[in-house]
T-cell receptor, first 114, second 114 residues
Framework: EPEVTQTPSHQVTQMGQEVILRCVPISNHLYFYWYRQILGQKVEFLVSFYNNEISEKSEIFDDQFSVERPDGSNFTLKIRSTKLEDSAMYFCASRTGHGDTEAFFGQGTRLTVV | AQTVTQSQPEMSVQEAETVTLSCTYDTSESDYYLFWYKQPPSRQMILVIR??????QNATENRFSVNFQKAAKSFSLKISDSQLGDAAMYFC???????????FGKGTKLSVKP
């Protein structure tokens, strides 16, 4: 069964460093998303991406964040200068977009900023 | 802005019994989708069941069913014949079809007692 794959599963980084979280969405999907979940809190929408551009972003997704689909298969989230409060679980999701509303989630990347 | 509220931070059910998890939401839209996601300790988000707002019939998936009350903006999840593997965090979520990004509630932690 097709699945969304995220790497790495866990990343530890020093405050102020740049991190790139990687995702491989399901191949025939057209809509891509990043969500984050701070430990013990709810899942929050960060950004959606369609047709090679951001279609919507939340207030959380400020200038420190960026997304890219560099090669038609990977979908990346970059945090330019990490802060302690960026520590969270980051989930990538994708869906077909052809009237199908089910979003398939990856297993998540746990980001720890020290 | 749309909001999703889960008023039960924790619930407990005896194995083989039935439990209902509550969810209310707020929206001015008439066309939208509602979901219940399960998050086991592995942290991956797994779709349990979904409901299209334009459908009056409540969705069912095996032991899982919903009680969708559109006028009351209520969307509860009923789990019948609870199993130990049902123990997890359950998140209620809302989306509008055009963008598809999900707005989550804070979650309900379900424990299943043997």
């Amino acid at each position: 069964e097709p699945e969304v794959t995220q790497t790495p599963s866990h990343q530890v980084t020093q405050m102020g460093q740049e991190v790139i979280l990687r995702c491989v969405p399901i191949s025939n999907h057209l809509y891509f998303y990043w969500y984050r979940q701070i430990l013990g809190q709810k899942v929050e929408f960060l950004v959606s991406f369609y047709n090679n551009e951001i279609s919507e972003k939340s207030e959380i997704f400020d200038d420190q964040f960026s997304v890219e689909r560099p090669d038609g298969s990977n979908f990346t989230l970059k945090i330019r200068s990490t802060k302690l409060e960026d520590s969270a679980m980051y989930f990538c999701a994708s869906r077909t977009g052809h009237g199908d509303t089910e979003a398939f989630f990856g297993q998540g990347t746990r980001l720890t900023v020290v | 802005a749309q909001t999703v509220t889960q008023s039960q931070p924790e619930m407990s059910v005896q194995e083989a019994e039935t439990v209902t998890l509550s969810c209310t939401y707020d929206t001015s839209e008439s066309d939208y989708y509602l979901f219940w996601y399960k998050q086991p300790p592995s942290r991956q988000m797994i779709l349990v069941i979904r409901q299209e707002a334009y459908k009056q019939q409540n969705a069912t998936e095996n032991r899982f069913s919903v009680n969708f009350q559109k006028a009351a903006k209520s969307f509860s999840l009923k789990i019948s014949d609870s199993q130990l593997g049902d123990a997890a965090m359950y998140f209620c979520a809302y989306s509008e079809g055009s963008q598809g990004n999900l707005i989550f509630g804070k979650g309900t932690k379900l424990s299943v007692k043997p």
